[in-house]
């Protein structure tokens, strides 16, 4: 129950952000009865849950992980414009396994969604703990990126801002020792 009343308390306040209506008593309400049906349609199909609307992890750690992210996401835009608009486009395309040592399902799949969300990353399959990323030009090592993103999301599993506790496994290496798959 708790998941559906925050996912309603969230879908309502995505509608009045975007909508704009905040004066009118009867668009509110139609936007509300909206929101609740959509609530309603998502809890017959059975995919409200705690990993749709993680209610369980509360505010504060979003509050502080989100800005990260977004400035992640600005200096990777940077460094792929930067590789785009360069005459030689240095591309050093790879696959790396990024260990993946959060708790839970959730964890691991807001670790690849971060690293998807990255410019030039994609995360390719999420297969137990480990994640297969691709790069367009990946300077950092998976060990890198496993303690970065890793421990980030590990804070938001655990409610702490940077989840310092978090323990990161060192990544799967090939014959080069660089953690890197030859493509």
Not at 38 to 63: C, H, N, T, Y
Not at 156 to 179: H, R, V, Y
Request: with cysteine; net charge negative; charged share 15%.
């Amino acid at each position: 129950m708790k998941a559906a009343s925050t996912l309603f308390i969230v879908l309502f306040a995505n509608w009045l952000l975007w909508s704009g209506h905040f004066d009118n008593p009867f668009l509110i309400c139609l936007g509300g009865l909206s929101c609740l049906a959509s609530l309603l349609i998502g809890l017959r199909m059975g995919i409200v849950d705690e990993e749709g609307a993680p209610a369980q992890l509360g505010l504060w750690p979003f509050i502080t992980y989100a800005p990260w992210l977004a400035i992640e996401i600005v200096r990777s835009n940077f460094n792929v414009a930067k590789i785009i608009l360069s005459r030689q486009m240095p591309l050093k395309r790879n696959l790396i396994r990024v260990p993946a040592q959060q708790r839970s399902e959730l964890g691991r799949v807001m670790l690849a969604n971060s690293i998807t969300l990255t410019p030039g990353t994609v995360a390719v399959q999420l297969e137990g703990d480990q994640i297969l990323v691709h790069g367009l030009s990946l300077d950092e090592s998976a060990d890198e990126i496993a303690d970065d993103f890793g421990r980030r999301v590990c804070g938001l599993e655990q409610g702490k801002p940077l989840g310092a506790e978090c323990q990161i496994a060192s990544a799967q290496t090939n014959d080069s020792g660089n953690g890197d798959v030859e493509l």
